[in-house]
């Protein structure tokens, strides 16, 4: 609870300090929920859209009805390039369809890339906060987790801590057979992925 207090106060703070108008930040979370619902209420087209122009940029697209139907596809991409190993960045869907437990039954290793999504993986444990999956540990708990699985020595020192997974995670990009990365947002008039 301390360590979800103490994070959720700097991130309110940080916020703060860069968003100091409220009636602008409120103007603009207006503004984004606007673009959500009507965004949401054209779902259907804005797909098809963005699947017709996708495939004029040459990007093949895959529909699935369910997360079992999704992580097969998903095998079937890294079994036909013979991958074992697969680097992935941040993405909420893989997660809510548990492609990683999946993955792993038939023998594919998938390792989070995001240092939060890297430290709750190697715990075995679920992400706890959509943009910051290991808010709940402290740096103390990571340490002994890197120490415990990567060999690492013990420290309170963040940046120390966020090198050594930089390190470990450098030599899974150098090594991986295939990747995979999430998408915050899709622009169906346009065909473009956008990842922040």
């Known amino acids: 609870r301390k360590s979800l207090r103490t994070a959720m106060d700097m991130l309110m703070t940080k916020r703060k300090a860069v968003l100091t108008d409220e009636e602008e930040l409120q103007s603009l979370r207006d503004l984004c929920e606007h673009v959500r619902q009507r965004s949401l209420s054209k779902l259907p ?3 098809e859209q963005l699947e017709e122009n996708l495939t004029k940029l040459g990007v ?3 529909w699935a009805e369910t997360p079992a139907e999704a992580c097969q596809i998903i095998h079937d991409i890294i079994t036909a ?4 190993l697969m680097v992935k960045g941040k993405s909420m869907v893989s997660e809510e369809i548990e492609l990683n437990h999946y993955l792993e039954a038939k023998g594919i290793k998938a390792v ?5 999504e890297f430290i709750v993986q190697m ?4 992400p706890t906060h959509i943009v910051m999956p290991a808010i709940h540990k402290t740096k103390e708990q990571v340490s002994e987790l890197f120490h415990k699985n990567l060999g690492t020595p013990l420290t309170d020192d963040v940046d120390q801590l966020t090198g050594f997974a930089r390190k470990a995670l450098r030599d899974i990009y150098s090594t991986a057979d295939v990747g995979l990365s999430g998408v915050n947002f899709a622009v169906a008039e346009t065909g473009t992925l956008c990842l922040v």
Do not use: F, I, R
């Not at 390039?81 to 074992?84: F, H, Y």
């Open 112 to 116: 989070e890339s995001d240092l939060g």
């Open 60 to 62: 093949k697209v895959h």
């Open 81 to 84: 390039k013979n991958g074992k």
């Open 123 to 126: 715990a075995g444990e679920k």
């Open 45 to 47: 087209a804005l797909l």
